[in-house]
């Protein structure tokens, strides 16, 4: 009886062990997100967004084949490509973002601040166009999926004389694409070519 009850004991402790164990691990693998901590100056962001006669024309695109010396472009077709002015709050979180994201720490905009944008939908070849800006600095930034296909071939039997049979099979790999970059409109009336790749 009393080796039992040892026995009761030492498995309730490796229970909630493993138990404790999973909690950690599941802390660990838990996504955290951060937002900066400076204060969103809206009248500012307001004043810096407001109409002029500047244009801002662009290309989307990602290089597939880093080998190739010709093509292997995927441009962003049908794409969202948005645009924030440029204030102390949006510099405070690309630097937080450039120091602390990792795959389970998120960085991101407040509610307020992601409201101060622009957006514009690239075309069939990934070109954009904000148009009807003041001068100023600006980040554009835009998510692109990129799919490749790949074919390999699998050994799927064999015959009495040992002769592999072989198969071919189909295969993607998809990649996500954060394509963002500073831009600065120097003068009124001013068009700016940029390209995000």
């Known amino acids: 009886m009393k080796n039992y009850f ?18 950690r691990l599941a802390n660990k693998q838990q996504e955290r997100i951060v937002y900066p901590e400076t204060v ?31 093509g292997g472009k995927q441009y962003g077709s049908n794409v969202v490509v948005t645009l924030f002015p440029v204030t102390n709050y949006l510099m405070d979180w690309h630097k937080l973002r450039e120091k602390r994201e990792d795959k389970r720490t998120k ?16 075309d069939a070849y990934g070109r954009f166009t904000f148009g009807q800006l003041k001068p100023g600095k600006y980040f554009i930034q835009t998510f692109m999926t990129t799919t490749q296909n790949y074919t390999s071939d699998v050994e799927v039997g064999t015959n009495s004389y040992g002769t592999k049979y072989y198969q071919k099979q189909r295969y993607s790999k998809s990649k996500n694409h954060r394509l963002e970059q500073f831009v600065e409109i120097k003068a009124d009336g001013e068009i700016v070519e940029v390209t995000l790749k």
């Open 6 to 23: 040892i026995l009761c004991l030492v498995m309730a402790g490796m229970a909630c062990n493993s138990i404790k164990q999973a909690d």
């Open 107 to 122: 960085v991101y905009l407040s509610e307020i601040a992601a409201r101060f944008r622009i957006e514009a939908k690239t």
């Open 40 to 70: 969103f100056d809206s009248v500012a962001a307001k004043k810096l967004i407001a109409y002029g006669n500047a244009t801002i024309k662009g290309l989307v695109y990602v290089k597939t084949n880093k080998l190739a010396l010709v």
